[in-house]
T-cell receptor
Framework: GEDVEQSLFLSVREGDSSVINCTYTDSSSTYLYWYKQEPGAGLQLLTYIFSNMDMKQDQRLTVLLNKKDKHLSLRIADTQTGDSAIYFCAENGGGNKLTFGTGTQLKVEL | GAVVSQHPSRVICKSGTSVKIECRSLDFQATTMFWYRQFPKQSLMLMATSNEGSKATYEQGVEKDKFLINHASLTLSTLTVASAHPEDSSFYIC?????????FGPGTRLTVL
């Protein structure tokens, strides 16, 4: 199986940028995803990037992909308290089966 | 949009009871749906892939006789936890495939007493 790792916890102040990192192992992944999970809820797809891209920007979200190092990051600009949640990266290794990262809990402080 | 619903959102049952969870894609058709299990403060673990009109594909270590999956239509997949026991208590989440994206349901919290 493939391991997708993330740091467990990130704390930022409101208005600052947040950077959540993810390391994956399956070099054949065609798409890589970022999902947001609020307490007791399902997952919300935030954005995704195709494996032949280096960067994708979508409003406050910027995804960077370093395929050589198998490193994916999500930058949230102007982080707000409503961004507090758990963020999961996921890789699509084939057949649309997703392998999820361990999750990063983002805490936004005033 | 792409909305996936789950029912029920929460269920508490006695040990030995069978519990059925429904997953519906409300505004699109999904040939493939997925069932995940999530323990507290942990990531999602894929249990099985549900294919419309055919048998589900189970991940290693998941008992197919315990977790029965039926994908009767392009908008509905059901997961039945047969003879549930306290160790089956968990958060069960489904997702539905739409192109290269997967859209997730809100989850079902199962508590087995």
């Amino acid at each position: 199986g493939e391991d997708v790792e993330q740091s467990l916890f990130l704390s930022v102040r409101e208005g600052d940028s947040s950077v959540i990192n993810c390391t994956y192992t399956d070099s054949s992944s065609t798409y890589l995803y970022w999902y947001k999970q609020e307490p007791g809820a399902g997952l919300q797809l935030l954005t995704y990037i195709f494996s032949n891209m280096d960067m994708k920007q979508d409003q406050r979200l910027t995804v960077l992909l370093n395929k050589k190092d198998k490193h994916l990051s999500l930058r949230i600009a102007d982080t707000q308290t409503g961004d507090s949640a758990i963020y999961f990266c996921a890789e699509n290794g084939g057949g649309n089966k997703l392998t999820f990262g361990t999750g990063t809990q983002l805490k936004v402080e005033l | 949009g792409a909305v996936v619903s789950q029912h029920p959102s929460r269920v508490i049952c006695k040990s030995g009871t069978s519990v059925k969870i429904e997953c519906r894609s409300l505004d699109f058709q999904a040939t493939t749906m997925f069932w995940y299990r999530q323990f507290p403060k942990q990531s999602l673990m894929l249990m099985a892939t549900s294919n419309e009109g055919s048998k589900a594909t189970y991940e290693q270590g998941v008992e197919k006789d315990k977790f029965l999956i039926n994908h009767a239509s392009l908008t509905l997949s059901t997961l039945t936890v047969a003879s549930a026991h306290p160790e089956d208590s968990s958060f069960y989440i489904c997702s539905a495939d739409k192109g290269q994206e997967q859209f997730f349901g809100p989850g079902t919290r199962l508590t087995v007493l």
